[in-house]
């Protein structure tokens, strides 16, 4: 089973910083299955980025990711107050066919 | 505009069977992608559960793999989840999604459930 662990668990920013949160995984997983996720409290998951680096429908180009083998990146590149949320990185591929990390809260400092 | 929508008892019993249905509108079941269902204790993330290709195989998380039954009912465009035997950590917020198995967002969960919380207590 591909683990995948994501850090910080918290990360404590300002509007207008930069924010970057990992997700390392176990063993390698193909880019083209690691998906990342924001999550608000009371609210369903929403994609953010497919395939390690492609935007979502809809999503801000504020959001990028990247990475690829075992580290994956997630960078908000100015936060804006609706970016505080909690967010999942997520493979698809190996046996079991889908994990998510554990998540990254991002909160207002 | 697809969209899913969970339904089933919100309070289940210890020892009994967890059942959810999955109504899925704007898309047929049967024309592709995998159709999952991912769980969220109080506070806590993501566990997946497990899912169903528009084919009908079915693939399931270990940890859970003998207890959790996935369907689908094509008539209707819905798919179910079964948990059987469960206890107070099966408590969560229960979500359905979509994910595309092929294309630019192959692996990617695209469309979500609003959720929906099941308590296991007696």
């Known amino acids: 089973e591909i683990v995948l662990t994501q850090s910080p668990g918290t990360l404590s920013l300002s509007p207008g910083e930069r924010a970057t949160l990992s997700c390392r995984a176990s063993?390698?997983?193909?880019?083209?299955?690691l998906a990342w996720y924001q999550q608000k409290p009371g609210q369903a998951p929403r994609l953010l980025i497919y395939?390690?680096?492609s935007r979502a429908t809809g999503i801000p180009d504020r959001f990028s990711g990247s990475g690829s083998g075992t580290d994956f990146t997630l960078t908000i590149s100015r936060l804006e107050p609706e970016d505080f949320a909690v967010y999942y990185c997520?493979?698809?591929?190996?046996?079991?066919?889908?994990?998510f990390g554990q998540g990254t809260r991002l909160e207002i400092k | 505009q697809v969209q899913l929508q969970e339904s089933g008892p919100g309070l289940v019993k210890p020892s009994e069977t967890l059942s959810l249905t999955c109504a899925v509108s704007g898309y047929s079941i049967t024309s592709g992608y995998n159709w999952g269902w991912i769980r969220q204790p109080p506070g806590k993330g993501l566990e997946w559960i497990g899912s169903i290709y528009h084919s009908g195989s079915t693939y399931y998380n270990p940890s859970l793999n003998s207890r959790v039954t996935i369907s689908v009912d094509t008539s209707k465009n819905q798919f179910s989840l079964k948990l059987s035997s469960v206890t107070a950590a099966d408590t969560a917020v229960y979500y359905c999604?979509?994910?595309?198995?092929?294309?630019?967002?192959?692996?990617?969960?695209?469309?979500w459930g609003q959720g929906t919380l099941v308590t296991v207590s007696s």
């Open positions: 395939g390690a680096s």
């Open positions: 999604a979509r994910l595309a198995t092929s294309g630019a967002a192959a692996g990617s969960y695209d469309y």
């Open positions: 997520q493979q698809y591929g190996s046996s079991p066919p889908v994990t």
């Open positions: 063993q390698s997983v193909s880019s083209t299955y």
